[in-house]
């Protein structure tokens, strides 16, 4: 096995589990279990016999190294794990074990209940992440910054109302989780080549009463090479994996020496540098863009696992094995990693407000353009406050003297007691943040 450097900075151990090897052959099992009882359900064996198959569909009947030892020859792990579950029976209970079944049903309902689990635990972790954000959002609805675009100043914001927009993007990032995982739980049970023809007239009721069994949901067609369901709950991961990374790049942006707005939690050694005694650097940022970038390639594999023809994929399906829960691990490290840094974010106000200060107050050349625009009209004002601007840039001036310089002495008279500040100059920042929160709580 590879060394992953990566998932020990901050690997998700509950989602490791649900994608261990332990797990995948305990679900291979549980669903040979599970189909037993389903064939007794349906009158295809007695209660009794479905029973004793499936008391067999035991952990410590398998011997792991035989099982892959021998699937290394036949490709697929199922038929050396029946042959190992049979060897457990009477030659009369065995005769019937995985019977009507084929390997990929009995690997994809294992794989649904892995996609089931995988998405509850991403919710989870979106909705503590969410929490940590909103936490920042209350306590900074009225932090005021500069607002950037293009990496420059614009116009005046909030840290509120910047983290407010994450926090509505983790919203829709969980409903897509929520309703991806809703069509990614569903049994397979269809046969060789989705027909169910082993099964003749008992396959419907076989189908019906394994997914009962397992708490899936029914599948009304075979989707052995339909796997739109996995993808879109992969993509679903990929997305809030990348909301967690536009997170990360913000906190490495405001971090910055010459910027300085927030840092990550400080402690002694923490981003610290082997030869650069001043160095802290941001740490989980870095964590959360390695496993978030993992989360989205592995997702985009998954779309060529959607080019799987005919009736059983010709190598596609092995995609899955490494993409899907290459995908899920990282995705679920993102948001655990992301969580505990909004939790710990050391946030510097006063350096906000400093920085708007910082081109010689030109971040204010919105407000003064619309101030003039009563007066003036919006394409002179604009004219009239770019070319203050530029005398600003030229001559070093606050923007505010520049302005005075450019226009006439009576409209100066006017404007300058009625020009705005950062704090005045914020829309509607406070209401947004309040109607980010209350959606998000609302929700949750």
Same mark, same amino acid.
């Given at each position: ?184 739980? *569903?049994?397979?049970?269809?046969? +060789?080549?989705? #027909?169910? !023809? &082993?099964?003749?007239?008992? @396959?419907?009721? %076989? =189908?019906? $009463? ?14 052995? *090479?339909?796997?739109?369901?996995? +993808?879109?709950? #992969?993509? !679903? &991961?990929?997305?809030?994996? @990348?909301?967690? %990374? =536009?997170? $990360? ?37 870095? $964590? ?157």
């Amino acid at each position: 096995m590879a060394f992953d450097l990566l998932g020990k900075l901050g690997e998700d151990g509950v989602m490791g589990a649900v994608f261990s090897e332990e797990r995948a052959v305990a679900d291979w099992l549980a669903v040979e279990a599970a189909f037993a009882r389903a064939l007794a359900d349906a009158g295809v064996i007695d209660q009794a016999r479905g029973e004793r198959i499936a008391a067999a569909c035991r952990l410590d009947v398998i011997d792991r190294e035989r099982l892959w030892k021998e699937t290394r020859n036949v490709g697929y792990p199922i038929l050396p794990l029946v042959k190992q579950i049979v060897g457990a029976l009477s030659d009369d209970d065995a005769a019937w074990v995985h019977y009507g079944a084929t390997t990929q049903d009995i690997m994809d309902c294992a794989l649904a209940l892995q996609l089931r689990d995988a998405a509850d635990r991403l919710v989870v972790l979106a909705g503590q992440f969410g929490d940590a954000i909103a936490t920042l959002v209350e306590r900074h609805a009225d932090s005021v910054m500069p607002g950037r675009t293009h990496a420059q100043q614009a116009v005046p914001t909030t840290f509120g109302l910047k983290l407010a927009v994450y926090l509505d993007q983790l919203g829709r990032d969980r409903a897509r989780l929520e309703s991806a995982k809703t069509r990614a739980a *569903v049994v397979s049970s269809y046969g +060789a080549g989705g #027909t169910s !023809a &082993a099964l003749g007239d008992n @396959g419907p009721k %076989v =189908r019906t $009463a394994l997914a009962a069994h397992l708490g899936l949901a029914d599948a009304n067609l075979p989707w052995h *090479v339909a796997r739109d369901r996995v +993808a879109e709950l #992969t993509n !679903a &991961a990929a997305l809030v994996a @990348g909301t967690c %990374v =536009r997170f $990360a790049r913000e906190v490495v942006d405001l971090s910055r020496t010459e910027v300085g707005e927030v840092s990550e939690a400080t402690g002694k050694y923490r981003g610290a540098s082997s030869t650069m005694p001043q160095k802290s650097n941001p740490i989980s940022a870095e $964590a959360i863009i390695g496993f978030g970038v993992v989360a989205q390639n592995s997702a985009n594999a998954m779309l060529r696992a959607l080019e799987a023809g005919h009736e059983r994929a010709a190598g596609e399906w092995q995609i899955e094995w490494r993409a899907v829960p290459d995908c899920l691990i990282a995705a679920a490290s993102a948001l655990d990693v992301a969580r505990e840094a909004a939790e710990h974010l050391l946030v510097f106000p006063d350096r906000m407000r400093a920085n708007l200060a910082r081109d010689g107050g030109r971040i204010m050349a919105e407000a003064y353009m619309i101030t003039l625009a009563d007066h003036l009209g919006r394409d002179v004002a604009h004219e009239s406050v770019y070319e203050a601007v530029l005398l600003s840039r030229a001559d070093d001036l606050p923007l505010s003297e520049a302005l005075r310089r450019s226009v006439s002495p009576e409209l100066w008279d006017r404007i300058a007691t009625v020009l705005p500040e950062p704090d005045t100059y914020l829309g509607n920042a406070t209401e947004l943040c309040a109607a980010a929160l209350s959606t998000w709580r609302t929700r949750a």
